[in-house]
């Protein structure tokens, strides 16, 4: 599963990228400094079930801090998007090529009101962010009914020839897109149209899916970021304005220099905390500690710099999507190997026993006899939904 980040050009997507992923991609006050798409590892927070068992654990996958799993999750940081995009304009459909594998996307945008359209920088409040909202769904929905309208009347005539269903057919259209059957099942059910005769469709209907698609079945999360260059009542603001989106303000500039300062020793300070320790105050140079005075001022209006939370409010809320245990003996929550709980798998909420043996190893979901559910001691059958945070045993005769 991928995370997108998208947005206009010049928000700060990719000095969010840097902060999430620790990289070092290209950041600039100007326009379309990123083109390639920049893929990197990020992690989401979950607690650690190793307290419980009385042992420390030993990770393979995710690491472990006091208690803390730190689960993986791919993001990719693309071009801006601007006005026009699914048209070509910008880097147009490139763009929205690379976030064909995207199941959810930070939508970054400059809560300051400085950052225009197309990238450019004016005064603040010049622009209105919940514009770039709007803008980028209407955007995503543009491309999403110009990939399915390709040659439609075409295509849907012979279908109805051929007794191929409008479902199935627009499914084949949309599969590299991530889409799945049952999705746009759901969504021609949700819109009443007339799934006998697709070639009869007025104008509108492929627009009208498109939006249904990806409002349903692509959350967004919206970063309103540059939060040091505005105020509270401003995020405010903007959270009113995007009704039920969720948003979250913060700043990428200063959970990177948090990041980094870490990771170089001079503080301590782990993502999504309210607060950072100076390790050795007085090595710090005049600038370092004018910085990190700032950063105390941010810290104590805003709570957190809002990135960790942006990226876990889309995963877990969003996303839906909840974090599993497996293990292979029940009493020592261990692998074959004897690690414990080596493993912390981010899964949909509402997998099954069996999905999650299949999501193992496809012998362990085609053997699958039954699970044990670890902490309870208790027989789980292949379709018991699994809870956040289980710890699984999964029996198999292969
Ligand atoms: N004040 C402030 N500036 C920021 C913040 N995040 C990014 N910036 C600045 O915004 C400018 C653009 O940052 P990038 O990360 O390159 O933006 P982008 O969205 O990836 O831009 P493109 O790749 O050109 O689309 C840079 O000058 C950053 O330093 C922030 O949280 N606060
Ligand atoms: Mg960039």
Known sequence: ???????????????????????????????????????????????????????????????????????????????????????????????????????????????????????????????????????????????????????????SRSAELTGTKTDELIAGRLAGLGFTLAQVQGTIRQSALDSSHPSRWEAGTLTALARTLITTHRPRWVVANKADESTPPEAEKLRHDLGPLPVSPASAEVELTLRRADQAGLVQYRPGDARFTRVRPDALSAGQARALDGIDRFLSLWRTTGVQESLEGLVFTGLQRMVVFP???????????????????LVPRGTTARQLAYRVHTDLGEGFLRAIDARRKRTLGADHPLEPGDVIRVISHR
Request: proline residues 10%.
């Open 327 to 345: 293990v292979e003996d029940e009493n020592h929550w261990t692998d074959s190997k004897g690690r414990v709980l080596p493993d912390a798998l």
């Open 1 to 155: 599963m991928d995370v997108g980040l998208v947005g206009q050009p010049n928000v700060g997507k990719s000095t969010l990228f840097n902060a999430l992923t620790l990289l070092h991609v290209p950041m600039a006050p100007y326009p379309f400094t990123t083109v390639e798409p920049n893929r990197g590892v990020s992690h989401v927070r979950v607690p650690c079930p190793h307290p419980e068992l009385g042992r420390p654990c030993q990770p393979g996958n995710a690491p472990c801090e006091g208690s803390v799993r730190w689960v993986p999750v791919q993001l990719v940081d693309v071009a801006g998007l601007v006005p026009g995009a699914h048209q070509g304009r910008g880097l147009g459909n490139r763009f929205l090529d690379d976030l064909r594998q995207a199941e959810g996307f930070l939508q970054v945008v400059d809560l300051t009101g400085a950052t225009g359209p197309e990238g450019n920088r004016s005064a603040p409040h010049t622009f209105d962010p919940s514009e770039a909202v709007r803008f980028l769904e209407e955007e995503l929905v543009l491309w999403l009914a110009e990939v399915l309208g390709r040659q439609w009347e075409k295509l």
